[in-house]
């Protein structure tokens, strides 16, 4: 316990240096390695993971989404080190816990918790409420005030259970009710950071708001990290202070929540937002919006060179092939690996021969969005030109169709990030917590 | 048969036992009940609803209420599919095309399925066969119903894998399911309740367990294929923004009960349910400004064993108390007309409910 | 395919070496470690020190482990010569040794053993096989109903009556008893089969009655998981016959677990039915190493031991190679 206490004094120093970063990866890669032939040799590897580089701020909410196997899953149990990284670094306060042992992430595992998608297989059946939920303080031999089973029930009515359940079993509860548990579990040590893996994607529409509502209140009251990792866009927007799209182990765009919304640059991120369902009945004639993208996402054992994207996108020219875009923030607050992004000036304008992979996905995708990408690409690059400022090329680029005002984005924006370091402001808070615990 | 069909009567639209429907698909009054040892399971309690050809039916539904039980029950799944005493128990009426299917010759309704009415499901992983070749599955499906040799079912089955979009189709007619991906998986699922051009098409969660951007082309590719074949196409699902892409009628089940049912557009718009705008309310949406908050259905969906009385809906609404002598609680509310074919069950006065949705919910979408 | 067919073989080879090196060594090894002389056992306890030494250095029993191990090797393969003590006597490929009480060489014992215990096995298994799926599949499909009990009743009864018990009534009625309607003298098969036959029925049913008991309780559960399957409802779904439903798609995923079980079943069965054996009085390998363990006749005993493993080992190798056949998912792995 003492040790706990004199790492979190040490690293609180560095947390400070390093502004209101929680929890900073850099160049994170984890590859599963395939084993075949008579020997079992090693012949290649699921590249499912293949170096990310992003950090979660205090008291935000990163939002991670993606299709499967893009290596999402994967990176919240790096990060929460149920996995142990083959490359890169995760550093959690300053503090770099890539290559921790059991013992040396003991003390981590009260800052970190995690949340699983399935409310039905994460809990056991023969455990009450009482001691799932009470498992972590057993585990990590704390005793809080008043006793496990008080705190136990304080924890149940915080996340709307009935503290009187407390000697229940998990096949009493629905599925909403369970990942209440999961979460009751997740918060008993007042973790710093909660990864949570598909959080809601078991649950009913009608059940999954109760839960996104109360992550929502949570993180208010508890001043609470999450990093929320989940396949439905509209969910992720909804929670999410900042986006991360995932494709084939990498982060191809990491932006506000806002800007990636009305304007994404990553095509992928924009056919992936097109293709979301929308209910709205009178939409179903505005077909021309969607983007299809063309066949499967590729094998991770053996993914596409240069941009892995290149394969399935309608922009890719021969460069795409070849080299890999770096991730860039080209707008405050945006950052896009990719050299022909949507809504900005093109990264390698000389490049202008189209792949032939590329003409048959822009087959898919219908004229109207090819002339206002072409478009919108020109006029930020004849902005750009002009000399006029970054900042204002979101309002440039609205897309037409899109009824908000578009001058309320920036400020959207802005406000945000004022939010978002006052919430900072208080860095002491959370290390006072393991100390109170005592 | 006719005492059951009374109560079916009392959807709205006279019916008689004898007499065939003019709609494509009519079911009436359908009650799928299960026995089990805890007590009757009501999976399904007084359904009616018809559908016409080249139209398509959207049924939403939360877990359990009841939407995948009445597509197994369309296809006549739930005699072919239980063994032993634990039989479930149907009532009411299916005519299809004229023929009504629960008093039919079980024997015939094996004949019309694959053939008249098919299905796609959930999971094509685990609904197609693991140890049989894709092709082998599309060739059994196609020489039930058609006396042809192998090497005209095979050349069919090649030719259906090409139109639901699969590359080289000659080559992975031969692969295995496991060989293919999600997205061709459920692909491959779809030539193979297409190959015997079904005039009724029921499509159980077809996407839910694919990618959003493999949800595209699936959606589409659906879309595509009621133009070309003009059936009939009932698509269940959870997912509001699916049915929104597709149907043009919408029914809204709870509890084993049909809630509202009435065109796409006039549930979407003018919702007379107060389920109805939970769902609605409980959704983030890509489309709209970011909401501050979602607007949850409180509590949880009702147990098919015990079932709420009156209005099943009642210990999660609002407004359960608004209308007078707690008759939300003692009485089940019947669908009544509130628009142009647009039906809802509750006992609020159309007035109060349409006031509500204006003030209360519209504005928080 | 191929590539699993091989690391399969190869599997197999490596596991038999691990098998013979093992079993060696808890025969020959573990007793001198345990202090008992090998050598004297063979001799008798009234023997003179001379023979036992005599003894002992034919046997190479003074000889390191490993020399031991390679020299028992190498009589399995191609054979070994046992000098000492004046004389010399070449045993051929496979060497088992010599038994210590006959000082018969064991392998012609073995060979003559073999065929009775392989029949014995064999037959039994196809009629457990037919019974025991059989009533598998009708008691899933039939489930709750009279039949399904009353199968499930024989069933328990099936496993729980031990072997000597059925054996000895099935003997006391149609053999000595009121019907007596089979021999219980074994007469090889190349003799005369009718008479084989007439030996063999009361043991193959007896044998089959515990099997099938297990195989039809085995087929009831996984039949009643398969057909809840989702394939099996699209196949359904197709307009498929019942009738096809349960043949062509229920019955090939059933097939799975009951080939794992049987592919064990057989091998442990080939090393010898022991209580079978026994009690019906067959010169099968299993009445061979009850003798040989009261004789303390260990070179039998590893004999055996040695052909038992073997049998599973193949046995396991046929099961792999048909799981590849049936699955096409495990021709990757």
């Given at each position: 316990?003492?040790?706990?206490?004199?790492?979190?004094a040490?690293?609180?120093?560095?947390?400070?240096?390093?502004?209101?970063?929680?929890?900073?990866?850099?160049?994170?890669?984890?590859?599963?390695?395939?084993?075949?032939?008579?020997?079992?040799?090693?012949?290649g590897?699921?590249?499912?993971?293949?170096?990310?580089?992003?950090?979660?701020?205090?008291?935000?909410?990163?939002?991670?989404?993606?299709?499967?196997?893009?290596?999402?899953?994967?990176m919240?149990?790096?990060?929460?080190?149920?996995?142990?990284?083959?490359?890169?670094?995760v550093?959690?306060?300053?503090?770099?816990?890539?290559?921790?042992?059991?013992?040396?992430?003991?003390?981590?595992?009260?800052?970190?918790?995690?949340?699983?998608?399935?409310?039905?297989?994460?809990?056991?059946?023969?455990?009450?409420?009482?001691?799932?939920?009470?498992?972590?303080?057993?585990?990590?031999?704390?005793?809080?005030?008043?006793?496990?089973?008080?705190?136990?029930?304080?924890?149940?009515?915080?996340?709307?259970?009935n503290?009187?359940h407390?000697?229940?079993?998990?096949?009493?509860?629905?599925?909403?009710q369970?990942?209440?548990?999961?979460?009751?579990?997740a918060?008993?040590?007042?973790?710093?950071?909660?990864?949570?893996?598909?959080?809601?994607?078991?649950?009913?529409?009608?059940?999954?708001?109760?839960?996104?509502?109360?992550?929502?209140?949570?993180?208010?009251?508890?001043?609470l990290?999450?990093?929320?990792?989940?396949?439905?866009?509209?969910?992720?927007?909804?929670?999410?202070?900042?986006?991360?799209?995932?494709?084939?182990?990498?982060?191809?765009?990491?932006?506000?929540?806002?800007?990636?919304?009305?304007?994404?640059?990553?095509?992928?991120?924009?056919?992936?937002?097109?293709?979301?369902?929308?209910?709205?009945?009178?939409r179903?004639?505005?077909?021309?919006?969607?983007?299809?993208?063309?066949?499967?996402?590729?094998s991770?054992?053996?993914?596409p060179?240069?941009?892995?994207?290149?394969?399935?996108?309608?922009?890719?020219?021969?460069?795409?092939?070849?080299?890999?875009?770096?991730?860039?923030?080209?707008?405050?607050?945006?950052?896009?690996?990719?050299?022909?992004?949507?809504?900005?000036?093109?990264?390698?304008?000389?490049?202008?021969?189209?792949?032939?992979?590329?003409?048959?996905?822009?087959?898919?995708?219908?004229?109207e969005?090819l002339a206002?990408?072409?478009?919108?690409?020109?006029?930020?690059a004849?902005?750009?030109?002009?000399?006029?400022?970054?900042?204002?090329?979101?309002?440039?680029?609205?897309?037409?169709?899109?009824?908000?005002?578009?001058?309320?984005?920036?400020?959207?924006?802005?406000?945000?990030?004022?939010?978002?370091?006052?919430?900072?402001?208080?860095?002491?808070?959370?290390?006072?917590?393991?100390?109170?615990?005592? | 048969?006719?005492?059951?069909?009374?109560?079916?009567?009392?959807?709205?639209?006279?019916?008689?036992?004898?007499?065939?429907?003019?709609?494509?698909?009519?079911?009436?009054?359908?009650?799928?009940?299960?026995?089990?040892?805890?007590?009757?399971?009501k999976?399904?309690?007084?359904?009616?609803?018809?559908?016409?050809?080249?139209?398509?039916?959207?049924?939403?539904?939360?877990?359990?209420?009841?939407?995948?039980?009445?597509?197994?029950?369309?296809?006549?799944?739930?005699?072919?599919g239980?063994?032993?005493?634990?039989?479930?128990?149907?009532?009411?009426?299916?005519?299809?095309?004229?023929?009504?299917?629960?008093?039919?010759?079980?024997?015939?309704?094996?004949k019309?399925?694959?053939?008249?009415?098919?299905?796609?499901?959930?999971?094509p992983?685990?609904?197609?066969?693991?140890?049989?070749?894709?092709?082998?599955?599309?060739?059994?499906?196609?020489?039930?119903?058609?006396?042809?040799?192998?090497?005209?079912?095979?050349?069919?089955?090649?030719?259906m894998?090409?139109?639901?979009?699969?590359?080289?189709?000659?080559?992975?007619?031969?692969?295995?399911?496991?060989?293919?991906?999600?997205?061709?998986?459920?692909?491959?699922?779809?030539?193979?309740?297409?190959?015997?051009?079904?005039?009724?098409l029921?499509?159980?969660?077809?996407?839910?367990?694919?990618?959003?951007?493999?949800?595209?082309?699936?959606?589409?590719?659906?879309?595509?294929?009621?133009?070309?074949?003009?059936?009939?196409?009932?698509?269940?699902?959870?997912?509001?923004?699916?049915?929104?892409?597709?149907?043009?009628?919408?029914?809204?089940?709870?509890?084993?009960?049909c809630?509202?049912?009435?065109?796409?557009?006039?549930?979407?718009?003018?919702?007379?349910?107060?389920?109805?705008?939970?769902?609605?309310?409980?959704?983030?949406?890509l489309?709209?400004?970011?909401q501050?908050?979602?607007?949850?259905?409180?509590?949880?969906?009702?147990?098919?064993?015990?079932?709420?009385?009156?209005?099943?809906?009642?210990?999660?609404?609002?407004?359960?108390?608004?209308?007078?002598?707690?008759?939300?609680?003692?009485?089940?509310?019947?669908?009544?007309?509130?628009?142009?074919?647009?039906?809802?069950?509750?006992?609020?006065?159309?007035?109060?409910?349409e006031?509500?949705?204006?003030?209360e919910?519209?504005?928080?979408? | 395919?191929?590539?699993?067919?091989?690391?399969?073989?190869?599997?197999?080879?490596?596991?038999?070496?691990?098998?013979?090196?093992v079993v060696?060594?808890?025969f020959?090894?573990?007793p001198?470690?345990?202090?008992?002389?090998?050598?004297?056992?063979?001799?008798?306890k009234?023997?003179?020190?001379?023979?036992?030494?005599?003894?002992?250095?034919?046997?190479?029993?003074?000889?390191?482990?490993?020399?031991?191990?390679?020299?028992?090797?190498?009589?399995?393969?191609?054979?070994?010569?046992?000098?000492?003590?004046?004389?010399?006597?070449?045993?051929?490929?496979?060497?088992?040794?010599?038994?210590?009480?006959?000082?018969?060489?064991?392998?012609?014992?073995?060979?003559?053993?073999?065929?009775?215990?392989l029949?014995?096995?064999?037959?039994?298994?196809?009629?457990?096989?037919?019974?025991?799926?059989?009533?598998?599949?009708?008691?899933?499909?039939?489930?709750g109903?009279?039949?399904?009990?009353?199968?499930?009743?024989?069933?328990?009864?099936?496993?729980?009556?031990?072997?000597?018990?059925?054996?000895?009534?099935?003997?006391?009625?149609?053999?000595?008893?009121p019907?007596?309607?089979?021999?219980?003298?074994?007469?090889?098969l190349?003799?005369?089969?009718?008479?084989?036959?007439?030996?063999?029925?009361?043991?193959?049913?007896?044998?089959?009655?515990?099997?099938?008991?297990?195989?039809a309780?085995?087929?009831?559960?996984?039949?009643?998981?398969?057909?809840?399957?989702?394939?099996?409802?699209?196949?359904?779904?197709?307009?498929?016959?019942?009738?096809?439903?349960?043949?062509?798609?229920?019955?090939?995923?059933?097939?799975?677990?009951?080939?794992?079980?049987?592919?064990?079943?057989?091998?442990?069965?080939?090393?010898?039915?022991?209580?079978?054996?026994?009690?019906?009085?067959?010169?099968?390998l299993?009445?061979?190493v009850?003798?040989?363990?009261?004789?303390?006749?260990?070179?039998?005993?590893?004999?055996?031991?040695?052909?038992?493993?073997?049998a599973?080992?193949?046995?396991?190798?046929?099961?792999?190679?048909?799981?590849?056949?049936?699955?096409?998912?495990?021709?990757?792995?």
């Amino acid at each position: 316990m003492s040790e706990n206490s004199k790492d979190t004094a040490v690293t609180t120093a560095d947390a400070a240096a390093d502004g209101d970063v929680l929890l900073k990866v850099t160049g994170l890669q984890k590859h599963f390695p395939i084993k075949k032939g008579l020997l079992q040799r090693q012949v290649g590897a699921v590249h499912a993971v293949d170096g990310i580089d992003f950090e979660v701020r205090r008291g935000e909410t990163l939002g991670v989404v993606g299709e499967s196997g893009c290596g999402k899953s994967t990176m919240g149990r790096l990060i929460t080190r149920l996995l142990e990284p083959t490359g890169g670094k995760v550093e959690f306060e300053g503090k770099d816990i890539t290559h921790l042992g059991v013992s040396g992430m003991r003390p981590m595992r009260r800052d970190v918790q995690m949340i699983f998608q399935d409310p039905y297989s994460s809990l056991n059946p023969r455990h009450t409420i009482g001691t799932i939920v009470g498992a972590p303080f057993r585990l990590q031999g704390v005793t809080p005030e008043g006793g496990i089973k008080k705190e136990v029930q304080r924890l149940l009515s915080v996340v709307g259970l009935n503290p009187e359940h407390y000697n229940r079993y998990p096949h009493e509860f629905s599925g909403g009710q369970r990942q209440r548990i999961g979460i009751a579990r997740a918060l008993a040590l007042s973790p710093k950071l909660v990864v949570a893996d598909e959080p809601v994607s078991a649950l009913d529409v009608s059940i999954q708001a109760q839960v996104v509502n109360l992550l929502d209140d949570l993180q208010q009251e508890l001043g609470l990290t999450y990093v929320i990792i989940a396949h439905d866009l509209s969910v992720v927007r909804h929670v999410s202070d900042r986006i991360a799209v995932m494709y084939l182990g990498k982060i191809v765009e990491l932006a506000d929540r806002d800007l990636l919304y009305k304007s994404p640059m990553h095509p992928y991120t924009k056919a992936l937002m097109s293709a979301v369902p929308i209910p709205d009945p009178r939409r179903k004639s505005e077909k021309s919006e969607r983007i299809l993208l063309k066949g499967d996402v590729p094998s991770p054992i053996s993914p596409p060179s240069g941009c892995r994207f290149h394969t399935r996108c309608w922009k890719a020219t021969e460069i795409c092939k070849t080299t890999e875009p770096p991730l860039l923030e080209l707008r405050p607050g945006q950052r896009v690996a990719c050299h022909h992004p949507e809504n900005f000036e093109d990264q390698q304008p000389q490049d202008t021969v189209l792949l032939s992979a590329a003409k048959e996905a822009a087959e898919l995708v219908s004229e109207e969005v090819l002339a206002e990408s072409a478009e919108t690409s020109a006029a930020v690059a004849k902005a750009v030109e002009e000399g006029e400022l970054a900042v204002e090329e979101p309002a440039a680029e609205e897309p037409a169709e899109d009824d908000a005002p578009s001058a309320e984005e920036p400020a959207e924006a802005s406000e945000e990030s004022a939010e978002a370091s006052e919430e900072s402001g208080e860095p002491e808070a959370p290390t006072e917590a393991p100390s109170k615990k005592k | 048969m006719t005492e059951l069909s009374k109560s079916g009567a009392a959807v709205g639209e006279p019916t008689s036992a004898s007499r065939p429907p003019s709609a494509f698909l009519e079911v009436r009054d359908l009650k799928v009940h299960f026995p089990t040892d805890d007590g009757l399971v009501k999976s399904v309690d007084g359904l009616s609803f018809q559908l016409e050809k080249g139209k398509t039916l959207g049924i939403v539904g939360e877990s359990g209420s009841g939407k995948s039980v009445t597509s197994l029950g369309i296809m006549g799944l739930h005699t072919a599919g239980q063994y032993g005493k634990r039989k479930a128990q149907i009532s009411g009426e299916i005519w299809l095309d004229g023929t009504e299917l629960l008093s039919a010759d079980p024997d015939h309704v094996r004949k019309l399925r694959g053939r008249q009415m098919a299905m796609i499901f959930q999971d094509p992983l685990s609904a197609l066969h693991p140890y049989y070749t894709i092709g082998q599955q599309i060739v059994e499906a196609y020489r039930i119903h058609h006396d042809v040799d192998k090497k005209t079912a095979r050349r069919r089955a090649v030719e259906m894998l090409d139109r639901v979009g699969i590359p080289q189709p000659d080559k992975r007619v031969d692969s295995y399911p496991h060989e293919f991906s999600g997205g061709m998986r459920q692909r491959a699922m779809i030539a193979m309740s297409l190959v015997n051009n079904p005039e009724l098409l029921i499509a159980d969660e077809p996407t839910t367990a694919l990618d959003v951007t493999v949800q595209a082309q699936i959606l589409d590719l659906i879309r595509d294929l009621q133009k070309e074949f003009g059936s009939a196409v009932i698509i269940i699902t959870h997912d509001l923004g699916v049915v929104a892409e597709l149907a043009d009628d919408l029914l809204v089940m709870y509890g084993g009960r049909c809630v509202e049912r009435g065109p796409a557009d006039k549930v979407f718009y003018e919702p007379r349910h107060p389920y109805t705008w939970g769902l609605l309310g409980s959704m983030p949406r890509l489309d709209r400004e970011q909401q501050e908050r979602l607007i949850p259905v409180k509590g949880s969906p009702p147990s098919l064993i015990n079932v709420p009385s009156g209005c099943a809906f009642n210990p999660r609404c609002p407004y359960a108390d608004i209308p007078k002598d707690n008759v939300t609680r003692t009485v089940r509310p019947e669908l009544t007309e509130v628009g142009s074919k647009h039906w809802a069950a509750c006992h609020m006065t159309r007035e109060q409910r349409e006031r509500i949705w204006a003030e209360e919910i519209a504005p928080k979408l | 395919m191929l590539a699993y067919l091989i690391r399969r073989l190869f599997a197999a080879a490596v596991m038999l070496v691990v098998i013979i090196t093992v079993v060696f060594s808890i025969f020959f090894i573990v007793p001198k470690w345990a202090g008992v002389d090998i050598a004297l056992s063979f001799v008798g306890k009234q023997a003179d020190p001379a023979a036992v030494e005599g003894v002992r250095e034919k046997l190479g029993l003074g000889d390191p482990v490993f020399v031991q191990v390679w020299e028992f090797f190498k009589g399995l393969f191609v054979g070994r010569t046992y000098s000492g003590g004046g004389d010399t006597i070449n045993c051929s490929a496979p060497c088992f040794g010599y038994s210590f009480r006959s000082e018969q060489a064991i392998w012609p014992v073995l060979k003559d053993r073999f065929p009775v215990t392989l029949g014995l096995a064999l037959g039994a298994a196809v009629l457990w096989l037919i019974l025991g799926v059989a009533a598998g599949v009708l008691s899933a499909l039939k489930r709750g109903s009279l039949w399904d009990r009353g199968a499930m009743v024989v069933a328990l009864a099936g496993v729980s009556l031990p072997i000597y018990f059925t054996g000895m009534l099935t003997l006391a009625i149609f053999v000595y008893g009121p019907l007596n309607w089979f021999s219980s003298d074994y007469v090889p098969l190349a003799d005369d089969p009718a008479k084989w036959f007439s030996a063999m029925i009361l043991p193959w049913v007896t044998l089959a009655f515990l099997y099938a008991a297990m195989y039809a309780r085995i087929t009831r559960a996984t039949m009643m998981e398969i057909l809840g399957e989702d394939y099996i409802r699209t196949a359904r779904a197709k307009g498929l016959r019942e009738g096809i439903v349960i043949r062509k798609h229920a019955m090939r995923s059933t097939m799975t677990p009951i080939l794992t079980m049987l592919g064990m079943d057989l091998g442990a069965l080939i090393g010898g039915a022991i209580l079978t054996e026994s009690t019906f009085n067959l010169p099968g390998l299993g009445r061979e190493v009850l003798l040989a363990i009261r004789n303390q006749d260990l070179p039998i005993i590893v004999g055996v031991t040695l052909i038992t493993s073997l049998a599973v080992l193949f046995a396991n190798l046929v099961v792999d190679i048909l799981y590849a056949v049936i699955d096409p998912r495990v021709r990757l792995a």
